[in-house]
T-cell receptor
Framework: GQNIDQPTEMTATEGAIVQINCTYQTSGFNGLFWYQQHAGEAPTFLSYNVLDGLEEKGRFSSFLSRSKGYSYLLLKELQMKDSASYLC???????????FGGGTRLMVKP | NAGVTQTPKFQVLKTGQSMTLQCAQDMNHEYMSWYRQDPGMGLRLIHY???????DQGEVPNGYNVSRSTTEDFPLRLLSAAPSQTSVYFCASRFRDLNTEAFFGQGTRLTVV
């Protein structure tokens, strides 16, 4: 099975940097996704990591360590519109199941 | 560009009623999935399909049926609704390739009274 843990809530200040962690223990692993979900809306794709290291996409970066079962999402230059839930998800070996963590609700304050 | 379309957006059912949540995608994706999202629980996989005629159970399949007669459509049936099935339901689709992201429908908010 899959066990994926994220903090439930985080608060940060506009313009700051925040790191959202995700740890996983899975019976099979073939990559990790991060999604953003605004309240009342569908999740939207942010990033994908399959190899160890950092993937950078503008203000957002995602890091993966397969040996430690650990990932983080780094958000820089926070904006009010970044207030949302951030979901970590693992894809299994067969690639047919995407399992999500509970999500981290990020509140950005002025 | 329609993407993934779910209907209805909102539904209220009485306990014991049955209904079908519709999901259609126009991106020719092989894989389709149904999730439910409850407060503090994240997205939990109900059923998934890797192609027409093939379906399988996810983490929380009890009380739900699916079928996949075409590539485009993946309906979710609630056989006899229970208050525990009050949730937001999301349909998602993606290509078979491992590194491709899933696209989500806008969700169906279901209340069972």
């Amino acid at each position: 099975g899959q066990n994926i843990d994220q903090p439930t809530e985080m608060t940060a200040t506009e313009g700051a940097i925040v790191q959202i962690n995700c740890t996983y223990q899975t019976s099979g692993f073939n990559g990790l996704f991060w999604y953003q979900q605004h309240a009342g809306e569908a999740p939207t794709f942010l990033s994908y990591n399959v190899l160890d290291g950092l993937e950078e996409k503008g203000r957002f970066s995602s890091f993966l360590s397969r040996s430690k079962g650990y990932s983080y999402l780094l958000l820089k230059e926070l904006q009010m519109k970044d207030s949302a839930s951030y979901l970590c998800a693992v894809i299994n070996n067969a690639g047919n199941m995407l399992t999500f963590g509970g999500g981290t609700r990020l509140m950005v304050k002025p | 560009n329609a993407g993934v379309t779910q209907t209805p957006k909102f539904q209220v059912l009485k306990t014991g009623q049955s209904m079908t949540l519709q999901c259609a995608q126009d991106m020719n994706h092989e894989y389709m999935s149904w999730y439910r999202q409850d407060p503090g629980m994240g997205l939990r996989l109900i059923h998934y399909s890797v192609g027409a005629g093939i379906t399988d159970q996810g983490e929380v399949p009890n009380g739900y049926n699916v079928s996949r007669s075409t590539t485009e459509d993946f309906p979710l049936r609630l056989l006899s609704a229970a208050p525990s099935q009050t949730s937001v339901y999301f349909c998602a689709s993606r290509f078979r390739d491992l590194n491709t992201e899933a696209f989500f429908g806008q969700g169906t908010r279901l209340t069972v009274v």
